[in-house]
């Protein structure tokens, strides 16, 4: 079984301390094989930001694949937004902006949807959709395969619609066909998770809220997710937990699981 922790959002430099030690403890707790960053590492890319999200993880002492999100560009810094946009993301995080983890079980491709003209929003590029789409392709039949974006690709509130990847409609279409499972990303920070069903086959969006950071929604607590899959008890059954924190128990617990089926199983 293949155990991935995803978090998203997390905004080093709002971080807050206690919901820090509370996520640290529940990874040691859950001791998940695969750590995903679906970006917003920083808050405003600042290498000491990026220098406390780097030890955090180094405290998990997990394998990390990490996506750059908007605000790991720098904002502000204007000469090296247009010159090196992701050298301190690249010095805490490795020079691999869309990185693959592949194992019996598991594929999982990442996609940097951040653009250097862009403020906020998301974009994929067709040298973007076809690449992913050639991984997948080449996936096994045991694994499951899950892409990670920044910006979502698809929304529950009308509110949000303006905060989609662009390129997401080509992006669905042709990574369905291509055998995509899941999507997850984050960006919004909402969590939730809802399937697809207008394509080849059907494909869920997994959104993570913020972790760690103190820039939540209203009545939206921090909040990371779980993923299991190829448990001998549920063959062909992914588990999707969303783990919220509580101010009170100053803990995160199980809020939400969801079973997901990929239509091959």
């Known amino acids: 079984m293949s155990v991935l922790l995803q978090i998203s959002d997390p905004h080093f430099g709002t971080e807050q301390p206690l919901v820090v030690e509370a996520l640290a403890a529940l990874a040691q707790q859950l001791r998940p094989d695969l750590l995903v960053l679906s970006g917003d590492i920083t808050q405003r890319a600042e290498p000491a930001q990026f220098r406390a999200a780097r030890a955090f993880v180094d405290r998990l002492g997990l394998p990390v694949l990490a996506v750059p999100g908007n605000h790991d560009i720098p904002l502000f810094d204007l000469w090296t937004r247009l010159r090196r946009p992701y050298a301190r993301h690249i010095a805490a995080f490795g020079s691999d ?8 079980d598991l594929m999982v491709v990442c996609v940097n949807t951040t653009r250097v003209w862009r403020h906020k929003h998301g974009e994929v590029s067709a040298r973007q959709i076809d690449r992913v789409a050639r991984m997948l392709e080449s996936a096994g039949s045991a694994q499951l395969r899950v892409v990670v974006v920044h910006q979502p690709v698809a929304v529950t509130r009308a509110e949000d619609s303006p905060s989609r990847l662009r390129g997401h409609a080509a992006a669905l279409h042709r990574w369905s ?15 939730y998770v809802t399937t697809l069903h207008s394509l080849a086959r059907p494909v869920c969006a997994v959104q993570a809220g913020t972790a760690v950071s103190s820039r939540v929604r209203t009545g939206v607590p921090n909040s990371v997710n779980l993923l299991r899959w190829g448990a001998d008890s549920s063959p062909g059954c992914c588990l999707i937990e969303q783990w919220d924190f509580s101010a009170t128990e ?16």
Do not use: C, Q
Request: charged share 20%; hydrophobic share 45%.
């Open 97 to 104: 902006l869309e990185p693959v983890h592949s194992s019996n």
């Open 177 to 191: 066909a291509a055998g995509a499972d899941l999507v997850m990303g984050g960006h919004i920070h909402l969590p």
């Open 250 to 265: 100053r803990a995160f617990f199980r809020a939400k699981v969801t079973e997901v089926r990929p239509a091959r199983a």
